[in-house]
């Protein structure tokens, strides 16, 4: 997502670089590149004559900014012109002070709600909050039971009956309220395209549970489609924000950039991938620093608060500063760095890493770190401790174990020893922040890139994976506890 985008961008930033002042002919050719970039990535053509006029507007009061380089006014407008279309500010969540806040999902067939309905239900119970979720969708086949499932997955119970969908979401509201359940969550039928039947159905439901909060579910590979979807449920229902799924695909990212622009709603939640885990508060700031290529090392960060074991981590680290790193270390410390998602994910969210790094991380088949597993499980005790210990016999049986090849077993021996050598090297001071912390790997990764050696997968993601962890564990910016929950207060009158 929003690949593209970025590449441009870059080129933008580059090609700016050089200028002693922005001219007027300066502005407007960059200007010119910012809309052929908006319009690429599929954004609304209002959207994008209202981004470049705001950017232009931007730029013109910072042109006495002795500060700035004219490349850096140019990507400072347009940083802070992407916040705004994305939404200003992640949400607040806010709750009724009369329990059940309500929660209503709505959406075309396909965007991904029953699913986003379970893992809002799981982040609102890492809030410490309770949660209920009601079936409300009888239009689909099975989409009952499949919120059932994910229901039992995430430990959150699920209301249902054979009635009609207004029945059960007003007979849902009313179990959930004897239960005692603070936050509930409507799943609601979709159609293909928006016809009357639907926006009636919804707009009942709605009127018989008064939710504090309706988000609309798109999907983000819809484009200009989900432009249409937008208009058309907002002025039904009066969204109060927009919930954004298949953020992990490859897709031009318009509808992101554009939802926000035609209803003035902003998204407020994000599904990156299909797993429960991969879902969370959308930061407008964040992301457009991700658009622009300046990665994200706060999300990174809070994923490895959340999913990582920092005392696996410490313990590692320890064991890298002090030259005592094992292939035992190095496996623990990648099952850690696997818990974060895919490679490409990580590398993205890094600061400073080349578009080449980006891209490699992007097409590294998951599968080569199971090899590498498979690789290390192959060794006896000894060996994972002392790998110098591993002759020619001892590397043929390792193969013929993990069912690779010699080759596989030399080249990660090899780029082991290389990573041990590197940590002794830095033994004398301390770890490494981000993005400082990949700096080394990452000018061996260009070597070996350039010599055809890529380093396995594994090695890359590693330092990535033990930095935002142990920025985590020190405190990440003062983010290392979780605040519970949120303002007790009701976000509009019911």
């Known amino acids: 997502m929003f690949d593209a985008l970025s590449e441009r961008f870059e080129r933008l930033g580059t090609s700016l670089r050089s200028r002693g002042r922005l001219s007027d002919a300066d502005l407007d050719e960059a200007l010119s590149e910012v809309r052929a970039a908006l319009l690429d990535a599929d954004v609304e053509l209002g959207v994008v004559r209202a981004f470049l006029d705001a950017v232009r507007e931007r730029v013109s009061g910072e042109a006495l900014n002795q500060n700035l380089a004219p490349g850096q006014q140019v990507i400072k407008a347009v940083n802070e012109q992407l916040i705004e279309v994305l939404g200003g500010s992640a949400l607040k969540v806010t709750y009724a002070s009369k329990p059940p806040t309500v929660v209503l999902l709505a959406g075309l067939q396909g965007a991904g709600k029953t699913t986003t309905a379970a893992k809002l239900a799981q982040w609102f119970k890492q809030q410490g909050r309770q949660p209920y979720l009601i079936a409300a969708d009888l239009q689909r086949p099975a989409a009952v039971e499949q919120l059932r499932v994910l229901g039992t997955q995430v430990g959150v119970d699920v209301f249902s009956e054979s009635s009609t969908p207004l029945e059960v979401a007003r007979k849902g509201l009313a179990e959930a309220t004897r239960l005692g359940r603070d936050v509930v969550i409507i799943d609601t039928a979709g159609r293909l395209s928006i016809d009357e039947a639907l926006m009636d159905e919804v707009r009942d439901i709605s009127g018989a549970t008064s939710p504090h909060y309706t988000f609309l579910v798109i999907d983000a590979v819809t484009g200009q489609d989900a432009v249409q ?164 016999s001892r590397r043929n049986r390792i193969a013929r174990g993990s069912g690779t090849s010699v080759g596989a077993v030399n080249q990660l021996l090899k780029q082991f020893n290389e990573m041990r050598k590197m940590m002794k090297q830095m033994s004398g001071g301390n770890m490494p922040q981000m993005p400082g912390g990949m700096g080394r790997m990452a000018s061996m990764a260009a070597k070996a890139s350039a010599q055809r050696e890529q380093l396995p997968p594994g090695f890359e993601a590693l330092g990535a994976g033990m930095n935002a962890g142990a920025q985590a564990t020190r405190g990440g910016g003062g983010k290392n506890k979780k605040k519970k929950g949120g303002r007790v207060t009701p976000p509009k009158q019911r």
């Open 229 to 392: 979807t937008a208009r058309a449920f907002h002025e039904t229902l009066e969204l109060s924000g927009i919930i954004v799924t298949k953020l992990d695909y490859d897709a031009r990212g318009g509808a992101v950039l554009s939802a926000r622009g035609v209803v003035g709603r902003p998204i407020v939640f994000a599904s990156t991938g299909e797993k429960m885990a991969d879902f969370e508060l959308f930061h407008p700031d964040r992301m457009a620093s991700r658009i622009l290529g300046m990665g994200d090392v706060l999300s990174l960060i809070e994923q490895a608060e959340q999913r990582m074991d920092a005392d696996v981590l410490a313990e590692g680290a320890g064991r890298m500063m002090s030259g005592t790193f094992t292939l035992d270390d190095f496996l623990a410390q990648m099952g850690q760095v696997r818990k974060m998602g895919s490679l490409g994910g990580i590398m993205k969210m890094m600061p400073g890493v080349t578009k080449e790094m980006r891209n490699a991380a992007s097409n590294v088949d998951e599968n080569e770190l199971s090899k590498i597993e498979a690789i290390i499980h192959s060794m006896t005790k000894r060996e994972r401790r002392e790998p110098v210990i591993i002759d020619g």
